[in-house]
């Protein structure tokens, strides 16, 4: 192995904790066996792996096949959590969803992202920036969605597929676009319950 893999490899491992290195192992190692199959076996297996990886997992949640879940220690979920096929998290930096969130095919998800702003380093060499993402509640997320790190998609909010979320969000906003904006506003549910009386 040429030195600068080997020394990839160690800086890797030293920046993580025995329990979280073992949490990477075991989410690559069970998540290899149980991503692919198909139906109810297929969601209650993926819920058990998940349930013992996560940071915190209330309730059921549906992990469809061949979703890929990366650094599980550090993701928190309400009840309700629904991953679609092809979604990519990555919970490095800290991840948290609320209750009621769907996660549309082909997303990713992201709570770190490479340093890059030394140039006489290679970007490979120079580690992570660790940045927390916040999922709220009631959010349908469309596929093929990038959220990157540190944003905060705000209760209520729907992210149109295709868009790249940049910014965080405000409460039962609609974003479209790259990078995201504000196309249109949900309309929230104490309104909604005033007008149906």
Same mark, same amino acid.
């Given at each position: ?22 949490? %990477?192992?075991? $989410? ?15 969601? %209650?297996?993926?819920?058990? %792996? ?7 997992? $209330? ?11 990366? &650094? ?7 009840? +309700?959590?629904?991953? +679609?096929? #092809?979604?990519?998290?990555? #919970?490095? #930096? ?11 095919? +082909? ?5 770190? $992202? &490479? &340093? ?27 596929? +093929? %969605?990038?959220?990157?790190? #540190? ?18 969000? $405000? ?27």
């Amino acid at each position: 192995m040429p030195h600068t893999l080997t020394t990839h490899l160690r800086r890797f491992a030293k920046s993580m904790s025995l329990r979280q290195l073992a949490t %990477v192992w075991l $989410e690559e190692a069970c998540g290899w066996v149980v991503r692919s199959i198909p139906g109810l076996t297929g969601f %209650v297996l993926r819920y058990a %792996v998940y349930r013992m990886l996560f940071g915190r997992l $209330e309730g059921f949640c549906l992990i469809y096949p061949g979703a890929r879940l990366s &650094h599980t220690y550090g993701m928190r979920a309400g009840r +309700n959590l629904a991953i +679609n096929c #092809g979604a990519f998290l990555d #919970g490095r #930096g800290g991840l948290t969803f609320g209750s009621d969130v769907l996660i549309g095919p +082909n997303t990713v998800i992201l709570s770190s $992202e &490479h &340093h890059w702003t030394d140039p006489t380093r290679p970007i490979m060499e120079q580690g992570h920036r660790l940045a927390p993402t916040t999922i709220g509640d009631d959010v349908w997320i469309g596929g +093929n %969605v990038t959220i990157m790190p #540190g944003v905060t998609i705000a209760t209520g909010t729907v992210v149109g597929a295709g868009a790249v979320v940049t910014a965080s969000t $405000e409460p039962y906003a609609i974003m479209g676009g790259v990078p995201a904006r504000r196309i249109g506003t949900r309309p929230r549910p104490e309104v909604a319950r005033t007008l149906a009386r």
